[in-house]
Structures are given as C-alpha cells and as structure tokens.
C-alpha cells in the first residue's frame, strides 16, 4: 500500500523526527533502513534521514502497512539529574542570553542520550527548560565548546547558519606522529554508519610538535561523525587518546586529546567569538610532554 502526505506546514525538522512523529512506534534503524531502500521518499525522489521538510513536500512510504507504521503510546524514561551533574553544568556555562547558552562540555558526558546513556547534556538541558535545544554535536570524548539555543527560534536560526557554513569551528587535537605538510587543507570521502560516501572539507595547521607529538589546529568546514579522527587517521597521526581510530598507540591510558576551543559567527551583524579553556589533563599531558600553547593562538585562528 502507498501512503501520501502532503507537508502543509513549515516544521523544519528532520524527515526522521518528523515521521517519529507520526508514528510513534518507528525506530531510527526502521526509519534509515528504509529511507535507504527507497521505501520512504520526498517528491517522488530519494532522500536521507536529516533531510529537513518543507512546506508542500510530498512525503511518499511505497510500503505503508497499519502494523508497520502505527502510533503507540510511548512512555518517556523520567531522568533524574543529580545535582552533582547540575552544578557541573552550570559551572560549565561561558555564557548565556536570552536566546542561547554556550557551555565548555566536560569529556565523559554524552551530548544526547541514547540505550546506553544515562545522563546526557541533551536529559540536563531539558530538565532545566523544555524549550532549550541542541543545536550540534560533540562525540561523548570530546570536550570544548557546544552551543544550545534556548527557544524554537534560535535553534532554526542556528541550523540555518550552520548549513551556510557561517559558524565557525576551531578544534586543538594532540596527535601522534605528525602530518606530512604544516598546513593543508584536507578533502576525504569518508562512510557515515549507513555506509554512505559522504564528502567532508578540513583545515589544519600545526602549533607545535615534540616527542613525536603533533598540537594541530582543525578548522572543519563540514561536521560529520568522528570527521576530524578520521582525517587525523587519514594524515597519518591519529588523536592520542583515540579507542577507535588510534588502537595500537603508545598512550594506553589516555582520554582522547580532542577539544573544541573556538566558535565565531555574527548575529544580527553583532559578531561573537568564544573560546574554552583546555580541561586539567589536557593541559598536563601538554606540560609532561612540553608542548606550548601558544600566546598568539587567536593569530592562528585567522590564518585559515
């Protein structure tokens, strides 16, 4: 059976969120499987799961049956967030309006919460206020900067401009070996978890190398899943710290060496930049290894 639906409203939400929304019994892996084998189409055409729907699209399920897409009453996991984590967010705050937060994420704690997650930044957000959203992501290792709108407004306007690629990211990565130029820029076709070719664009520039240890400066023009541990992989000096794409490094016992330390964009012509200080182990792993952090950091931040 087909099914057709017609978008008469201008949600702007992913198409996976949006059928969730329809039918409250789908799963994320139901939803991608068959976006992918073109049971679930936009326009007559093929698409993907983050596609954002608009206003008349034409949402076509080619395999619509009632037992497959059904609505069910779906009990939300009632996450208590222990002041502990609270008091830790909100010592993690930089910044904050009424329209948005910046936090310096901790390693260790997932952004959104999932089967094994028990407490995320996403679970902290929406027990202090309903209303504040995600706008990106940080790899549960990863620490440094993550924005977080605090109503509708503000989180679509975040996304619009991250799809025009007009906020900027800065990382600091501790890598072992070094990259054979001092600065390039990095073009890779990587697989994404449905095995998808999808193209991703990275900057980099190297601060500092001692010990066989490499400080590099990422600027990634795309954001995709583990791209910068991929291209590091890709260079030839994966992130120390790095359980999934450095598995035969000399560093054990390291928390992965990925932060994100600086965010610039422009809002109604009024620019901001933030940056977040390096977390405790980092900044000894760099002392042990006696590796600067440069003063002229933020010069570097405008070479790219």
Same mark, same amino acid.
């Given at each position: 059976m087909i099914k057709k639906?017609?978008?008469?409203?201008?949600?702007?939400?992913?198409?996976?969120?949006?059928?969730?929304?329809?039918?409250?019994?789908?799963?994320? /892996?139901?939803?991608?499987?068959?976006?992918?084998?073109?049971? *679930?189409?936009?326009?007559?055409?093929?698409?993907?799961?983050?596609?954002?729907?608009?206003?008349?699209? @034409?949402?076509?399920?080619?395999?619509?049956?009632?037992?497959?897409?059904?609505?069910?009453?779906?009990?939300?996991?009632?996450?208590?967030?222990?002041?502990?984590?609270?008091?830790?967010?909100?010592?993690?705050?930089?910044? =904050?309006?009424?329209?948005?937060?910046? *936090?310096?994420?901790?390693?260790?704690?997932?952004?959104?919460?999932? /089967?094994?997650?028990?407490? /995320?930044?996403?679970? *902290?957000?929406? @027990?202090?206020?309903?209303?504040?959203?995600?706008?990106?992501?940080?790899?549960?290792?990863?620490?440094?900067?993550?924005?977080? /709108?605090?109503?509708?407004k503000y989180a679509r306007y975040f996304s619009s401009l991250f799809k025009q690629k007009l906020i900027i990211k800065y990382y600091i990565a501790l890598c072992e070996g070094s990259p054979k130029n001092k600065n390039s820029k990095v073009i890779l076709n990587i697989k994404n978890k449905n095995q998808d070719i999808e193209k991703t664009i990275t900057n980099y520039r190297v601060i500092d190398y001692k010990n066989n240890i490499t400080q590099i400066l990422y600027n990634p023009e795309t954001g995709k899943t583990h791209q910068l541990r991929k291209v590091s992989k890709n260079l030839g000096c994966s992130i120390i710290g790095d359980q999934k794409y450095n598995i035969n490094s000399r560093y054990t016992r390291a928390k992965l060496m990925l932060h994100s330390y600086a965010l610039n964009f422009t809002i109604n012509n009024k620019k901001f930049r933030f940056t977040?200080?390096?977390?405790?182990?980092? =900044?000894?792993?760099?002392?042990?290894?006696?590796?600067?952090?440069?003063?002229?950091?933020?010069?570097?931040?405008?070479?790219?």
């Open positions: 639906i017609n978008i008469n409203k201008n949600y702007e939400v992913r198409l996976d969120k949006y059928l969730k929304t329809l039918f409250t019994s789908l799963t994320q /892996s139901f939803i991608e499987k068959n976006i992918r084998k073109k049971n *679930i189409l936009i326009n007559n055409s093929r698409t993907k799961a983050n596609y954002v729907v608009k206003l008349n699209d @034409n949402l076509i399920i080619l395999n619509f049956h009632e037992q497959l897409y059904k609505n069910k009453i779906v009990y939300k996991k009632n996450i208590k967030i222990s002041d502990y984590d609270l008091k830790k967010f909100n010592k993690s705050i930089i910044f =904050q309006n009424n329209d948005f937060l910046v *936090i310096n994420k901790w390693a260790e704690i997932a952004t959104q919460g999932g /089967s094994k997650v028990n407490v /995320s930044i996403d679970h *902290i957000i929406k @027990n202090i206020n309903s209303d504040y959203r995600l706008v990106h992501r940080l790899d549960k290792e990863t620490s440094g900067l993550l924005l977080i /709108s605090k109503n509708l977040a200080e390096l977390p405790n182990y980092f =900044q000894t792993f760099m002392q042990k290894n006696k590796l600067k952090f440069k003063n002229n950091i933020e010069k570097e931040l405008n070479t790219f």
